[in-house]
């Protein structure tokens, strides 16, 4: 495993802009990939991490939501269905110290592959949906502050996320009941 550094809008706008490849050959350097990507979230306390933030164009996302379903891996997500709208906070490590408001969809239908290339169809609702369509507009060269609809600063973003974060950890364990 190695920490990768991320590109940032301000440096690497064009890098970040540029939209990523399938993911064809699901091999030991793929693997390598997601165990990097793990490592430099985790590292910058992020919650997802496109393989497009790290200078690797391939259709490669990792999520983590602290919530203790674990890191979720990616491969060529397709967002196949889209139904509601929430409005809610988003940053990123590609752009420190940015926040805002972005409107995403409540509910998502998601394709995707494994690591070992397996095909998987879910669907995903609240943090998740959001998080899920942050990291796939990345891949497809779209940062947030294209879709933000009001900037914010870091206080007011800390409060509204840490709200938005006891809300998914209590709506999950009201659904393990």
Same mark, same amino acid.
């Given at each position: 495993?190695?920490?990768?550094?991320?590109?940032?809008?301000?440096?690497?706008?064009?890098?970040?802009?540029?939209?990523?490849?399938? =993911?064809?050959?699901?091999?030991?350097?793929?693997?390598?990939? @997601?165990?990097?990507?793990?490592?430099?979230?985790? &590292?910058?306390?992020?919650?997802?991490?496109?393989?497009?933030? %790290? *200078?690797?164009? +391939?259709? /490669?996302? !990792?999520?983590? @939501?602290?919530?203790?379903? *674990? =890191?979720?891996?990616?491969? #060529?997500? =397709?967002?196949? +269905?889209? +139904?509601?709208?929430?409005?809610?906070?988003?940053?990123?490590?590609? @752009?420190?110290?940015?926040?805002?408001?972005? /409107?995403?969809?409540?509910?998502?239908?998601?394709?995707?592959?494994?690591?070992?290339?397996?095909? !998987?169809? %879910? #669907?995903?609702?609240?943090?998740?949906?959001?998080? %899920?369509? &942050?990291? !796939?507009? &990345?891949? #497809? *060269? /779209?940062?947030?502050?294209?879709? !933000?609809?009001?900037?914010?600063?870091?206080?007011?973003? *800390?409060?509204?996320?840490?709200?938005?974060?006891? #809300? &998914?950890?209590?709506?999950?364990? +009201?659904?393990?009941?």
């Amino acid at each position: 495993m190695a920490l990768r550094e991320i590109l940032t809008e301000k440096k690497d706008e064009r890098q970040l802009r540029k939209t990523a490849r399938e =993911v064809t050959v699901f091999d030991e350097r793929l693997f390598s990939l @997601l165990e990097d990507m793990k490592e430099t979230m985790i &590292h910058y306390m992020g919650a997802g991490i496109a393989a497009t933030q %790290i *200078g690797v164009m +391939k259709r /490669v996302v !990792v999520i983590d @939501l602290d919530d203790g379903e *674990g =890191v979720i891996e990616l491969i #060529n997500p =397709v967002i196949t +269905k889209e +139904k509601g709208k929430q409005r809610e906070v988003e940053g990123c490590l590609s @752009l420190p110290g940015s926040w805002g408001y972005v /409107v995403r969809p409540e509910y998502i239908t998601l394709r995707y592959q494994t690591r070992i290339g397996e095909e !998987v169809e %879910i #669907n995903a609702e609240g943090l998740f949906a959001q998080s %899920i369509c &942050h990291e !796939v507009d &990345h891949l #497809n *060269g /779209v940062l947030f502050i294209d879709l !933000v609809d009001e900037m914010i600063d870091e206080e007011e973003a *800390g409060r509204s996320m840490e709200k938005r974060r006891y #809300n &998914h950890t209590k709506k999950k364990q +009201k659904r393990a009941v």
